[in-house]
């Protein structure tokens, strides 16, 4: 899979798995309906589904998809919850996403 495929591809997954953990969310604190925690289900077995969809061994998908997935989680701040992200949250982002191309540009030894 190429570069941009596969990080398409995460950050589709870190949006399914923000909206399966957020739907909950709004129901425990926000007193929302119960009925949100179908789409919930429905949003994190999409997410597990789409990690299944890499070829590489799952803990080296896991790793570098983390990365991706602080970046889309400090956007959904930004976006969903009208929090404007601090310097702060962009450096950590920075450095994730540094240590996610390590992971999935470094180079391979033979199984």
Known sequence: MDVLKTLGLFMLTALAELV???LPYLWLKQD???WLL???ALSLALF????SLHP??????????????IG???LWLWAVEGIRPAPTDWIGVTVSLAGMAIIMLG????A
């Open 32 to 34: 929302r309906s119960v």
């Open 20 to 22: 399966g953990c957020y």
């Open 38 to 40: 179908l789409p919930a």
């Open 72 to 74: 889309v989680a400090i």
């Open 48 to 51: 597990a589904w789409l990690l």
């Open 107 to 110: 180079p391979r030894s033979p």
């Open 56 to 69: 590489a061994a799952a803990g080296r998908v896991y790793a570098a998809y983390g990365g991706v997935y």
